[in-house]
């Protein structure tokens, strides 16, 4: 299956949840006057709203740039998991409405029958840990590249087995 995810799903879950207590990781200050936009948030534990999960997610301002921006929608997810699991019998009642806002934010081939499916287990969901795909900054160049053999490499190590054979 495949999901291409819209970044406002972000504002939209984590307003579905009441918020979500996010641990951010260091100080977060970006102003863009023309867009109209102000992330503003101090290291330490900071109760979200929608608004600020989303310029949480959105931050790339550091010497990483969007590999620190991947690592802060970890963080938003396992909050998102964390207040899921706070929530205990209400997250059932919560799934319908969490399920619309998903399908109305993602473009995906899962059926939504199997998205109804899928959703009934996650309050029950544990995330024993994440990892991201290898890659590389491109020297002069605002973008990562990858290298496949590393990737497959990388996976089978992640989830177990054999990585293939490439050839040059």
């Given at each position: 299956?495949?999901?291409?995810?819209?970044?406002?799903?972000?504002q939209?879950l984590?307003?579905?949840?009441g918020g979500?207590?996010v641990?951010?990781?260091y100080r977060?200050?970006h102003r863009d006057?023309?867009?109209?936009?102000?992330i503003?948030?101090?290291?330490?534990?900071q109760?979200?709203?929608?608004?600020?999960?989303?310029?949480?997610?959105?931050?790339?301002?550091?010497?990483?740039?969007?590999?620190?921006?991947?690592?802060?929608?970890k963080?938003l997810?396992?909050?998102?998991?964390?207040?899921l699991?706070?929530?205990?019998?209400?997250?059932?009642?919560l799934?319908?409405?969490?399920?619309?806002t998903?399908l109305?934010?993602?473009?995906t081939?899962?059926?939504?029958a199997?998205?109804?499916?899928?959703a009934?287990?996650?309050?029950?969901?544990?995330?024993?840990?994440?990892?991201?795909?290898?890659v590389h900054?491109?020297e002069?160049?605002?973008?990562?590249?990858?290298d496949?053999?590393?990737?497959n490499?990388?996976?089978?190590?992640?989830?177990?087995?054999q990585?293939?054979?490439?050839?040059?």
């Open positions: 299956y495949y999901a291409i995810v819209s970044i406002d799903i972000f939209d984590v307003d579905a949840l979500v207590t641990d951010v990781p977060m200050y006057n023309a867009a109209g936009l102000l503003d948030f101090q290291p330490g534990p109760h979200l709203d929608g608004d600020a999960a989303s310029k949480f997610v959105r931050y790339r301002n550091t010497l990483r740039g969007d590999i620190d921006r991947v690592d802060n929608v963080r997810a396992f909050a998102m998991l964390q207040r699991k706070e929530m205990n019998v209400r997250a059932v009642t799934v319908p409405s969490l399920i619309d998903f109305d934010n993602v473009e081939n899962v059926t939504p199997l998205v109804r499916q899928l009934a287990r996650i309050p029950n969901l544990r995330l024993a840990a994440t990892a991201t795909l290898p900054e491109v002069g160049k605002t973008y990562v590249t990858y496949p053999a590393e990737v490499r990388f996976i089978a190590q992640t989830f177990g087995g990585a293939r054979e490439f050839a040059e």
